[in-house]
């Protein structure tokens, strides 16, 4: 039973480029949500998605960053146009539904280095 | 507006010693309280939540928390601590007032249980 299966686990970019990160959520989990976490921090939502539709995204910086999650495949955060403030550890998250009082399951997270 | 306190950065304890790290909370509505704990390089574990009920809440690996609403709290226990309990704690909450889907994050406990 695979628990949320992200890749890569660490990815570095230079100044400009794009990265892509992938989240496999739990079988049997629709719902899928993105967190950052910067050194020294605790963890911040960035947006929840269920498939094909985006749920939440207040937390999602305005520009250069979008979530998808398709009918088909896993869930791909994009950054475009990378700047050195991006560098965290990024993190999905699962759940079977949106219900408030259901934990999310957490991957192993990416861990992005922009050069 | 929704927010999580943890006022230690790190918590020193002696293998066989119990073991208390600290969580407070601030939300509109009712909260849905979680605990999470993060070993070195790896995504967040789920250790426990309280929803409704029981103020005392018993979660994986011997840990349990007691949520106190009067004093807006929700501290994570363990009455003998391992050397392997040693990681990050993060305490979370949910306010189901304000249909949060995010969970809301403290800036974790570093918990070092020395042998």
């Known amino acids: 039973n695979a628990g949320v299966m992200q890749n890569p686990r660490h990815l570095v970019r230079r100044r400009g480029q794009e990265a892509r990160l992938r989240c496999s959520p739990m079988?049997?989990?629709?719902?899928v949500y993105w967190y950052r976490q910067l050194p020294e921090e605790g963890l911040k939502f960035m947006v929840y998605l269920q498939k094909e539709n985006i749920i939440d995204e207040s937390g999602m910086p305005k520009e250069r960053f979008s979530a998808e999650f398709p009918k088909e495949g896993p869930s791909i955060l994009r950054i475009q146009q990378v700047v050195r403030g991006d560098s965290a550890a990024y993190f999905c998250?699962?759940?079977?539904?949106?219900?408030?009082?259901?934990?999310?399951?957490f991957g192993d997270g990416t861990r992005l280095s922009i050069l | 507006a929704q927010s999580v306190a943890q006022p230690e950065d790190q918590v020193n304890v002696a293998e066989g010693n119990p073991l208390t790290v600290k969580c407070t909370y601030s939300?509109?509505?009712?909260?849905?309280l979680f605990w999470y704990v993060q070993y070195p390089n790896r995504g967040l574990q789920f250790l426990l939540k309280?929803?409704?009920?029981?103020?005392l809440v018993k979660g994986s690996y011997g840990f349990e928390a007691e949520f106190n609403k009067s004093q807006t709290s929700f501290h994570l226990k363990k009455p003998s601590a391992l050397v392997s309990d040693s990681a990050l704690y993060f305490c979370a909450v949910r306010d189901i007032a304000n249909s949060g889907y995010a969970l809301n994050f403290g800036k974790g406990t570093s918990l070092l249980v020395t042998p």
């Open positions: 309280y929803i409704t009920g029981d103020n």
């Open positions: 998250a699962s759940s079977p539904t949106g219900r408030d009082n259901q934990p999310q399951h």
């Open positions: 939300v509109s509505g009712n909260p849905y």
């Open positions: 079988k049997g989990h629709s719902h």
